[in-house]
Nanobody
Framework: QVQLVESGGGLVQAGGSLRLSCAAS????????MAWFHQAPGKEREFVAF????????DYADSVKGRFTISRDNAKNTVYLQMNSLEPEDTAVYYC????????????????????WGQGTQVTVSS
């Protein structure tokens, strides 16, 4: 059974940084792409960042490009989201997700691509 457990959320002032972690278990981590989404209060869940199964390809939402960095450590079965220059608009619950299919995926920004989700971690950025 695939499990994803996020950690690292919290309260931070605008301009600050946080690093989110997502620990995966239940299958061979290195064979699957990973992604981060977020959901702000009253809004739909949105794509934030993607990393391919090999780690060679990444993609970011325009709103976080240049501020956030996604990475993975296959030895630790963990994906990270380094968030710098945080803004109040980044306040949301952050979820990691992974597809049911191994290796390459299409529509990587579409949440329907991802069959497994973590429980989420709250990030609050104060102004």
């Amino acid at each position: 059974q695939v499990q994803l457990v996020e950690s690292g959320g919290g309260l931070v002032q605008a301009g600050g940084s946080l690093r989110l972690s997502c620990a995966a278990s239940g299958r061979t981590f290195s064979m699957y792409a990973m992604a981060w989404f977020h959901q702000a209060p009253g809004k739909e869940r949105e794509f934030v960042a993607f990393i391919s199964w090999s780690g060679s390809s990444t993609d970011y939402a325009d709103s976080v490009k240049g501020r956030f960095t996604i990475s993975r450590d296959n030895a630790k079965n963990t994906v990270y989201l380094q968030m710098n220059s945080l803004e109040p608009e980044d306040t949301a619950v952050y979820y990691c997700a992974t597809p049911t299919t191994a290796r390459g995926v299409g529509r990587l920004r579409d949440e329907q691509t991802y069959g497994y989700w973590g429980q989420g971690t709250q990030v609050t950025v104060s102004s």
